[in-house]
């Protein structure tokens, strides 16, 4: 979905829009998206600045990141994201800018496109370091088994003979 800056007004515009998780292209390691991407917000013009906000929802799955099996994870995330034509940005490269003006983005020819700006709040949603349970083993670094399934039995005092002799270093 593309929304153009000149048909923002003051006004709230209502949207309530479903995108295919594929159209979303989430194209990172450890994280996909299930069914669609739900989002029902508004766009409105205020102090001359298009705002998108909304709560997106979706249901995510990620690896865990001790023994990296699935996790089911929903996402649902209020979101107000700004956005300026490119007119309304500085031109000169030295021109210091307020705290302010780091939260907004510039609508390149004039369009917002909404499947990027969903797509940007789901990655900042996903959790950085997901794990399955705080009790999760992970995985053995000897066999790789997963630790949560089996008892491996590897030796985890057993040095690598590549560093045997830092071993009679004291």
Do not use: Y
Request: glycine letters at 8%.
């Amino acid at each position: 979905m593309i929304i153009e800056l000149e048909n923002i007004g003051v006004r709230a515009k209502e949207i309530d829009e479903s995108i295919a998780a594929a159209d979303i292209g989430l194209d990172t390691a450890g994280a996909c998206l299930e069914g669609t991407v739900r989002f029902r917000g508004e766009a409105v013009r205020i102090d001359g600045k298009a705002h998108l906000r909304g709560t997106v929802q979706v249901a995510a799955k990620v690896d865990c990141s001790r023994c990296l099996e699935p996790i089911e994870r929903p996402i649902e995330t209020f979101f107000d994201a700004i956005f300026v034509s490119s007119d309304m940005m500085p031109e000169d490269a030295e021109t210091v800018l307020a705290d302010a003006d780091l939260d907004e983005s510039v609508a390149e020819g004039g369009i917002i496109d909404v499947a990027e700006t969903l797509r940007e709040q789901i990655l900042l949603d996903l959790p950085d370091h997901p794990v399955c349970s705080e009790t999760c083993k992970g995985l053995c670094p000897k066999c790789g088994g997963n630790r949560n399934l089996i008892d491996c039995k590897c030796e985890e005092n057993e040095i690598d003979p590549r560093w045997a002799a830092l071993r009679d270093l004291k």
